[in-house]
């Protein structure tokens, strides 16, 4: 019987897992069964021994505690997918607890290299005004890049300077600084409607072929202005965001509100960003104080 066929069809079709989960599942439960092969043991009578075994052979060969982790939240999941075809009496990975991976704080950007950063459309061009927008809204705002691509016009309201984000849970307003707002009024007042192919078109950001701006396409333009600016860190949409949060808790505003504007669901999410600005503030110390 081929489980992992029907693991993955199990995960997309009863799970409905996000289409990076499900890759990640599988390939994690592939490299299970070639070490189970290798050792001539089949998936099914896997046991505790097997599974604390495997996590001890990632640690050998160089695995992060984060992948290890990772792979056994995915032993969990397929051998609870074997329980419910009735494939095995028990899960074998329920109850093994890996040693849990350190949570990296979040990267930011100094109030400098976000000046630099967003200075480098050249928003004479269709494509920089474009993009001047969609960066100064992420700055702006926080909202996640899959957010981002997802507005539609009706979502902004630019005369009174804020939008409406559809999150992961539930629906938020939040506010936008003066610079954003210019910049986006510039674009769809003048750019958006020269590059609409579509004039029923909805999304709010779009491509050069008129059509709804995609993540893979923002990525870039992200990367794109990160070389230009000759920027050293990796930026990525996410760090923008990240940015936001820990620039705001630094100018006095509170956790409570960084949250509702973040869309996290718990506040122990939005509470790192207390451990970034203190390390930052430790980085700066050390950088400045003459006996430091």
């Not at 779009?206 to 396409?217: A, L, P």
């Not at 808790?249 to 869309?263: R, Y």
């Amino acid at each position: 019987m081929d489980y992992l066929a029907g693991y993955e069809s199990w995960l997309a079709n009863e799970k409905k897992a996000a289409v990076n989960t499900l890759s990640s599942y599988v390939r994690d439960i592939r490299q299970f069964s070639e070490w189970m092969e290798d050792r001539g043991i089949p998936l099914p009578q896997a046991t505790q021994d097997d599974v604390k075994d495997y996590a001890r052979f990632l640690e050998r060969h160089g695995k992060s505690n984060a992948t290890v982790v990772r792979s056994i939240a995915s032993l969990k999941s397929f051998y609870g997918y074997m329980m419910s075809i009735h494939s095995v009496p028990s899960n074998p990975a329920k109850g093994f607890k890996p040693n849990r991976a350190e949570r990296r704080l979040p990267a930011i950007l100094t109030n400098r290299e976000v000046d630099l950063f967003l200075e480098q459309p050249d928003v004479s061009d269709p494509k920089g005004c474009r993009d001047k927008a969609m960066l100064e809204l992420l700055y702006a705002t926080g909202i996640r890049v899959s957010e981002l691509i997802s507005l539609d016009v009706q979502d902004v309201n630019l005369s009174a300077n804020f939008l409406r984000c559809r999150g992961r849970s539930k629906e938020r307003v939040v506010p936008l600084y003066k610079a954003a707002v210019r910049a986006l009024s510039a674009y769809v007042s003048e750019v958006r409607p020269q590059l609409l192919e579509d004039p029923e078109e909805t999304a709010l950001f779009v491509n050069m072929n008129g059509e709804r701006m995609s993540r893979q396409g923002f990525w870039k333009i992200v990367k794109h202005y990160q070389e230009k600016a000759g920027i050293q860190k990796d930026i990525t949409p996410h760090t923008l965001r990240h940015s936001f949060a820990a620039h705001l808790l630094e100018n006095g505003a509170d956790l409570k509100s960084i949250q509702e504007m973040l869309g996290h669901a718990d506040i122990s999410a939005t509470q790192i960003y207390t451990q970034v600005v203190n390390q930052h503030l430790r980085d700066v110390y050390s950088r400045a104080h003459p006996r430091a």
